[in-house]
């Protein structure tokens, strides 16, 4: 075996766990960014029902 036939297995495993590890990358990424989308949505509804309540309540005085 020559040293490029060990470089080439080398290379060749290494191609399985890299190829785990990008999925998992994209999968975390793409939960957290739903995460932030649904706690901005969550904010805003917040907000709004806030300064309804504060209206209501200025109405009522």
Known sequence: MTAWETLLDVLISLIPPAAVGVIFWIMMRSILRAD??????YAKIEAEERAKRANALGEQR
């Open 36 to 41: 932030k989308g649904e706690r901005d949505v």
